[in-house]
């Protein structure tokens, strides 16, 4: 009876041992293409990143001769770094509406950021980010002295975008908030 039991409480140490190995043990999850072509999922509990977190990593560059355009949803999934040259004067980037706005950010509270370059460096070519339909389009600040959606030659913006509760009132399903950069150096 002796023996049975001594086999019995070895094994069930080797179990627990082997337990504590596999928690403590990092385990690789494979995770499946998500609709834009990158691993995604759902996470419903606080992230810790212990050491650099990376994001991003693509960017949209392009030269045109148009005075306006509206950017694609496409490319406000697939980049996050737009880089734009006009040869010919002043651009505006439309964003697009919220109908497609909402593809990229599906559920209240979802937010993105990209960062826009005015990639000229000749006088007097500006980028206008202007807001698509049913989006607001807001100031990091109210104490701004220069105005914030106009990009001189080689100046940068931040752009966040959420998507917020919808009001018949105001008609907007997006607020965006764009953050100018000025030169610091």
């Known amino acids: 009876m002796n023996k049975i039991l001594v086999t019995v409480s070895i094994l069930a140490i080797v179990a627990m041992i082997i337990t504590v190995l596999a928690v403590l043990r990092p385990v690789k999850v494979e995770l499946p293409e998500s ?7 759902d996470i419903y509990h606080p ?16 030269t045109t001769a148009s005075t306006a355009e509206t950017l694609a949803g496409s490319d406000l999934a697939t980049y996050d770094y737009i880089d734009v040259m006009s040869t010919t004067g002043a651009l505006t980037y439309t964003l697009p509406a919220t109908s497609t706005m909402i593809s990229l950010l599906p559920d209240v509270g979802s937010t993105r950021k990209w960062l826009f370059h005015n990639a000229t460096s000749s006088s007097g070519i500006t980028l206008t980010l202007a807001a698509g339909a049913g989006m607001d389009l ?12 106009v990009l001189n030659p080689t100046e ?12 018949s009132a105001d008609n907007q399903n997006i607020m965006c908030i764009i953050t100018r950069l000025l030169d610091a150096d």
């Open 47 to 62: 992230l810790k990143v212990h050491g650099a977190f990376n994001w991003g990593g693509k960017v949209f560059a392009t």
């Open 138 to 149: 807001v100031a990091a600040s109210t104490t701004v002295a220069t105005i914030v959606d």
């Open 35 to 41: 609709q834009f072509g990158g691993t995604s999922y």
């Open 156 to 167: 940068w913006a931040e752009l966040t975008c959420t998507q917020i509760y919808y009001r």
